[in-house]
């Protein structure tokens, strides 16, 4: 069946540092692929997303490109900062149905 | 409202008894999901309605849950008889578009189950 794999955490980084977070996954067909993020004290939001192989989802500094040969989609950005401190999810959308990672907790030091 | 509000925020309560979760999605949203996270897992889906209706309850975990929603609106999530491990977090989610039409999902922050 489909599924979710991202990098265990949490993730501590000092600010300005480079972030990445795997994400590869396990699908029948063409999913879409996303990425949530969950700041303290509030809901998921979606932050990115990419609807088919080689699209790259971009926001707020945040790039993800989706590649078919490796199932991939890892979370990057250049140079974090601490307002980027949350909660990171990879999902996987197929046939109507969100699959969600486990989650990525990121805490960036100034 | 604003967002996808869930209440209460959090709820503490005793093995055996039964709870209700509550979720004011956003006006509009036809679509609404319940999703639950337990501690180090991944979100799990639960249910989901579309109107008033709920199409696809695969993911409720027992007979002792069941949800409802009314208006096209609010949706409860009652848990009879609750278990240890029911404790989680419960996640609601709404969207403008039926599941599977590439939707974006809007998050409430969720509550908090803690069952002793």
């Known amino acids: 069946g489909n599924s979710v794999t991202q990098m265990e955490g949490p993730v501590t980084l000092s600010e300005e540092a480079f972030l990445t977070i795997n994400c590869t996954y396990t699908a029948t067909g063409y999913p879409s692929l996303f990425w949530y993020v969950q700041y303290p004290g509030e809901g998921l939001q979606l932050l990115l997303k990419?609807?088919?192989?080689?699209d790259k989802g971009s926001n707020k500094g945040f790039e993800a490109t989706y590649r078919k040969e490796t199932t991939s989609f890892h979370l990057e950005k250049g140079s974090v900062q601490v307002s980027d401190s949350a909660v990171y999810f990879c999902a996987l959308g197929s046939q109507g149905n969100l699959i969600f990672g486990k989650g990525t907790k990121l805490s960036v030091k100034p | 409202g604003a967002g996808v509000s869930q209440s209460p925020s959090n709820k503490v309560t005793e093995k055996g008894k039964d709870v209700e979760l509550r979720c004011d999605p956003i006006?509009?949203?036809?679509?609404l999901y319940w999703y639950r996270q337990r501690l180090g897992q991944g979100l799990e889906f639960l249910i989901y309605f579309q109107g008033n209706s709920a199409p696809d309850k695969s993911g409720l975990p027992s007979d002792r849950f069941s949800a409802e929603r009314t208006g096209e609106s609010v949706s409860t999530l009652t848990i009879q008889r609750t278990q240890q491990e029911d404790s989680a977090v419960y996640l609601c989610?709404?969207?403008?578009?039926?599941?599977?039409?590439?939707?974006?999902?809007?998050f409430g922050s969720g509550t908090q189950l803690s069952v002793l």
């Open positions: 006006s509009g949203h036809t679509a």
């Open positions: 990419a609807t088919k192989a080689d």
């Open positions: 989610a709404s969207s403008l578009a039926p599941r599977g039409t590439n939707e974006k999902l809007f």
